[in-house]
């Protein structure tokens, strides 16, 4: 599901970070042949559909990781934050309401498309067209902006936003 992050920690061991679809999130060793440190079940994986996809993203202290559920609605989404050295999950961010309705086919709250980390925010897109920042250190929304909506161009034809999946 995930490309995998390579992260030295602050006692000097590197490890890989790597999430799959049924909802798991890993530590591999690369020292020790791909051993693994820890793991932890992030997300649900269910009705066929996948938890983590697409990529995660980390900090020195923290992996940053888009959940889906792969649910229609509000049930699905948000970015969980997970200590690297343990696996101890540090906080769940759940992403606003979406402006759009939730019985339409593309309003989800399922966080589809790569996270990206800078000091401070965590950034992640949603299946409602959401392109939101979550506080690193508590998992709340700091900012969001919605895609799911008509621009102007340069040459007159109506373009629109939406729902983010993948790269």
Known sequence: GNAPILRTLSDGRSLVFIGQKNGWFW???????????WQNRLGEGRLGGPSIQWGSAADNTMAYVPIADARKGLEAGGISAVRLATGE????????????????PN?????????SVIPGAVFGGNMAGAII??????GRPIWQYD?????????????TGGSMNGS
């Open 147 to 159: 895609t799911a909506k008509e621009f102007p161009t340069v040459n007159g034809v109506a373009a």
């Open 133 to 138: 920042a979550f506080s690193t250190t508590d």
């Open 89 to 104: 999950l540090a906080w769940r961010g759940r992403p606003p309401a979406p402006a759009c309705n939730p019985t339409a």
């Open 27 to 37: 530590a591999l060793d690369p020292d020790k042949q791909g051993n693994v440190v």
């Open 107 to 115: 309003c989800s709250l399922a966080q589809m498309a790569p996270s």
